[in-house]
């Protein structure tokens, strides 16, 4: 007879270049280790499913992320049903969850940025309705958060029990540094002269290409040579227009998504990361072990970090093009990025770096066996 304890992780969706999608992978793969039985339930799984995971596709019924995302939690009630787990772990918000992955923003909070007939809508009150039923002081489900902004935003939002909350350590590849540099300049056909600055992230416009587009403008209109490349899947055509706008073809460069960010990221001179909204930004913490200086914004959670360890700069006040844009201008006239890179040195040893897909493994384990 089976004794081992069987665990049901729920995620609307796998693709292989996602932050929330790459945090679950290793997360599963640290489960997987244990003395646990896992199945994932998701709607649509793409690319490679690691040996000893057992994944269920529901597929995606319904044309709207509504009706896609009601289907999949009905779906997901009747699996369980028979499945019978011992807990359930949802990576992305709905009722019935034990352990919840919050990768993303508080949605109250940020709906108030919104227009308010959005609030009318069927999504809207959809998303209120799956966060409350998993942040509402009186429901069981207990909160993985990835830093203290996401936590604060949350508990100031919902009446949240202080023992709901476990605030997670940072969790990168424990191969990140096993990776090399290249030589970006022959690779992608840049200019001798030219700086390189990075831009990783699979939702454009709320991870701030535009504004990434905009700076890399304003640098080569002062003489502060920069070549950005662009690295992530999403649809490239309204930014490729605006590129032409500017007349800078030649110093955008889009590679989509890849799997050697970690050597792009050795062999350049600055990420920017100016996000509308981001609950972590784990290539954040990418750079930072890979002593690549960061140029970020006080939306994006991970922004504490390159404050703690001095890894670049971060605009604390509201966004502002032009004040991103100066503080870039006067970090690399001043030859700021060399000395950001060797205050780095020494970060990609630090456990601290690594240690969240053990340190969520070990409670899950616990609460399991508890």
């Not at 729920?10 to 790459?22: C, E, I, T, V």
């Not at 050795?266 to 690549?292: F, T, W």
């Not at 340190?359 to 508890?370: L, P, R, S, T, Y």
């Given at each position: 007879?089976?004794?081992?304890?069987?665990?049901?992780?729920?995620?609307?969706?796998?693709?292989?270049?996602?932050?929330?999608?790459?945090?679950?992978?290793e997360i599963a793969k640290e489960l997987l280790s244990r003395d646990v039985t896992l199945k994932v339930f998701t709607r649509r799984w793409e690319g490679h499913i690691p040996e000893g995971l057992s994944v269920t596709e529901f597929g995606q019924r319904g044309f709207?992320?509504?009706?896609?995302?009601?289907?999949?939690?009905?779906?997901?009630?009747?699996?369980?049903?028979?499945?019978?787990?011992?807990?359930?772990?949802?990576?992305?918000?709905?009722?019935?969850?034990?352990?919840?992955?919050?990768?993303?923003?508080?949605?109250?909070?940020?709906?108030?940025?919104?227009?308010?007939?959005?609030?009318?809508?069927?999504?809207?009150?959809?998303?209120?309705?799956?966060?409350?039923?998993?942040?509402?002081?009186?429901?069981?489900?207990?909160?993985?958060?990835?830093?203290?902004?996401?936590?604060?935003?949350?508990?100031?939002?919902?009446?949240?029990?202080?023992?709901?909350?476990?605030?997670?350590?940072?969790?990168?590849?424990?191969?990140?540094?096993?990776?090399?540099?290249?030589?970006?300049?022959?690779?992608?056909?840049?200019?001798?002269?030219?700086?390189?600055?990075?831009?990783?992230?699979?939702?454009?416009?709320?991870?701030?290409?535009?504004?990434?587009?905009?700076?890399?403008?304003?640098?080569?209109?002062?003489?502060?040579?920069?070549?950005?490349?662009?690295?992530?899947?999403?649809?490239?055509?309204?930014?490729?227009?605006?590129?032409?706008?500017?007349?800078?073809?030649?110093?955008?460069?889009?590679?989509?998504?890849?799997?050697?960010?970690?050597?792009?990221?050795?062999?350049?001179?600055?990420?920017?990361?100016?996000?509308?909204?981001?609950?972590?930004?784990?290539?954040?913490?990418?750079?930072?072990?890979?002593?690549?200086?960061?140029?970020?914004?006080?939306?994006?959670?991970?922004?504490?970090?390159?404050?703690?360890?001095?890894?670049?700069?971060?605009?604390?006040?509201?966004?502002?093009?032009?004040?991103?844009?100066?503080?870039?201008?006067?970090?690399?006239?001043?030859?700021?990025?060399?000395?950001?890179?060797?205050?780095?040195?020494?970060?990609?040893?630090?456990?601290?770096?690594?240690?969240?897909?053990?340190?969520?493994?070990?409670?899950?384990?616990?609460?399991?066996?508890?």
């Open positions: 007879m089976n004794s081992r304890k069987k665990i049901a992780i729920l995620l609307y969706r796998y693709f292989p270049y996602g932050g929330l999608q790459k945090d679950f992978l709207t992320n509504y009706a896609k995302n009601k289907n999949f939690v009905k779906d997901s009630y009747k699996a369980l049903q028979s499945y019978k787990p011992d807990l359930v772990f949802g990576f992305n918000k709905m009722p019935g969850l034990d352990l919840y992955f919050a990768a993303d923003t508080c949605f109250k909070k940020e709906s108030l940025k919104k227009h308010p007939i959005t609030r009318f809508t069927r999504r809207f009150r959809q998303s209120i309705e799956y966060e409350l039923a998993v942040f509402d002081g009186n429901a069981s489900t207990e909160v993985f958060l990835l830093n203290n902004k996401q936590a604060c935003d949350f508990k100031t939002s919902y009446q949240l029990n202080s023992n709901q909350m476990i605030v997670v350590p940072p969790g990168i590849n424990l191969n990140w540094n096993d990776h090399d540099p290249i030589d970006t300049h022959s690779i992608f056909n840049i200019q001798l002269e030219d700086k390189v600055a990075l831009f990783v992230g699979s939702d454009f416009h709320r991870k701030g290409l535009d504004r990434a587009i905009s700076s890399i403008h304003c640098l080569n209109k002062n003489n502060i040579p920069f070549t950005l490349l662009v690295i992530g899947k999403d649809n490239f055509g309204p930014y490729s227009e605006l590129v032409q706008n500017f007349g800078i073809n030649e110093k955008v460069k889009y590679l989509g998504p890849r799997d050697d960010v970690a050597s792009l990221m050795k062999s350049s001179d600055l990420l920017l990361h100016p996000a509308r909204e981001e609950a972590a930004g784990n290539v954040i913490i990418e750079s930072l072990v890979s002593h690549l200086p960061v140029a970020t914004c006080k939306d994006v959670g991970f922004a504490e970090e390159v404050k703690n360890h001095k890894g670049g700069f971060v605009l604390e006040e509201e966004f502002s093009q032009d004040r991103f844009d100066a503080l870039l201008i006067e970090i690399c006239k001043n030859n700021q990025l060399e000395n950001l890179k060797h205050s780095m040195l020494g970060l990609e040893k630090q456990d601290y770096f690594f240690s969240r897909f053990r340190f969520i493994a070990d409670i899950v384990e616990e609460k399991v066996n508890g």
